[in-house]
């Protein structure tokens, strides 16, 4: 489906300020350019929202896309995963092929839930750390800037989720993993009220978390996820 209009993004989101900023001009006369050789548009906090809204706002169907489904099968993995908690049928000394076929649907539903929310916390990482860059934020601002969950800023998730998704067979396999690694995992962890490692000393996520984050965070609903990350650009960017 075609974008939202401009507009009417910016009125979903009190961003009605953004409308109508123009090219800025550098104390030597010349048009001012961004970091990245674009046209700046107001100053840098406004320009960095701009730019941050209008990639959002292109990638908002492909978020909804992939978030829908996800929440089913999260929604049908947590339902079979707590009948199975609860000794409800299929039991495996009762029926053992039904219980497989159980067993390799939990399976795909964990698996299809956690690469739908991976995809998505890639994509909403990417246009947080753009938007980090155009404001050169410091590490304490990305920290410290709320919305935050257990203490970890909405950037901070969203990016120890985008590298579990991308290096979680590497956490599987690793007893030491590296500090950058160990970073991301203290957030999820923490997130998920997880110990870092387990009792014998291997970290506590070794799988894909993307899926039970994504749901912790929103509840489901792909509007809470809109808010939650359109209202931390916003925070981070300073802008009313």
């Given at each position: 489906?075609?974008?939202?209009?401009?507009?009417?993004?910016?009125?979903?989101?009190?961003?009605?300020?953004?409308?109508?900023?123009?090219?800025?001009?550098?104390?030597?006369?010349?048009?001012?350019?961004?970091?990245?050789?674009?046209?700046?548009?107001?100053?840098?906090?406004?320009?960095?929202?701009?730019?941050?809204?209008?990639?959002?706002?292109?990638?908002?169907?492909?978020?909804?896309?992939?978030?829908?489904?996800?929440?089913?099968?999260?929604?049908?993995?947590?339902?079979?995963?707590t009948a199975r908690e609860q000794g409800q049928a299929p039991l495996l000394w009762e029926n053992p092929q039904?219980?497989?076929?159980?067993?390799?649907?939990?399976?795909?539903?964990?698996?299809?839930?956690?690469?739908?929310?991976?995809?998505?916390?890639?994509?909403?990482?990417?246009?947080?750390?753009?938007?980090?860059?155009?404001?050169?934020?410091?590490?304490?601002?990305?920290?410290?800037?709320?919305?935050?969950?257990?203490?970890?800023?909405?950037?901070?998730?969203?990016?120890?989720?985008?590298?579990?998704?991308?290096?979680?067979?590497?956490?599987?396999?690793?007893?030491?993993?590296?500090?950058?690694?160990?970073?991301?995992?203290?957030?999820?962890?923490?997130?998920?009220?997880?110990?870092?490692?387990?009792?014998?000393?291997?970290?506590?996520?070794?799988?894909?978390?993307?899926?039970?984050?994504?749901?912790?965070?929103?509840?489901?609903?792909i509007e809470t996820l809109h808010q939650l990350t359109v209202?931390?650009?916003?925070?981070?960017?300073?802008?009313?």
């Amino acid at each position: 489906m075609p974008p939202q209009g401009f507009d009417q993004t910016l009125s979903r989101f009190g961003l009605e300020n953004l409308k109508g900023i123009d090219l800025q001009v550098t104390k030597g006369g010349d048009i001012a350019l961004t970091r990245d050789g674009d046209l700046q548009l107001g100053n840098f906090r406004a320009n960095g929202m701009f730019r941050f809204i209008e990639r959002w706002r292109w990638s908002e169907s492909a978020i909804t896309q992939l978030f829908m489904p996800m929440v089913q099968s999260a929604n049908k993995l947590d339902s079979l995963e707590t009948a199975r908690e609860q000794g409800q049928a299929p039991l495996l000394w009762e029926n053992p092929q039904a219980y497989h076929e159980a067993t390799d649907y939990i399976v795909e539903l964990q698996l299809v839930s956690s690469t739908l929310a991976g995809a998505i916390a890639v994509i909403l990482n990417n246009l947080f750390q753009r938007l980090k860059r155009d404001l050169n934020t410091s590490d304490e601002e990305w920290h410290l800037t709320t919305p935050t969950f257990a203490g970890f800023s909405i950037g901070e998730i969203f990016s120890a989720a985008a590298t579990n998704f991308r290096h979680y067979d590497e956490w599987a396999s690793a007893k030491t993993p590296s500090p950058k690694h160990l970073a991301s995992m203290k957030v999820l962890c923490g997130v998920l009220n997880k110990p870092v490692q387990t009792e014998k000393g291997f970290p506590t996520i070794r799988a894909n978390k993307c899926g039970s984050v994504l749901m912790l965070l929103t509840g489901g609903s792909i509007e809470t996820l809109h808010q939650l990350t359109v209202g931390y650009a916003k925070s981070l960017a300073k802008y009313k």
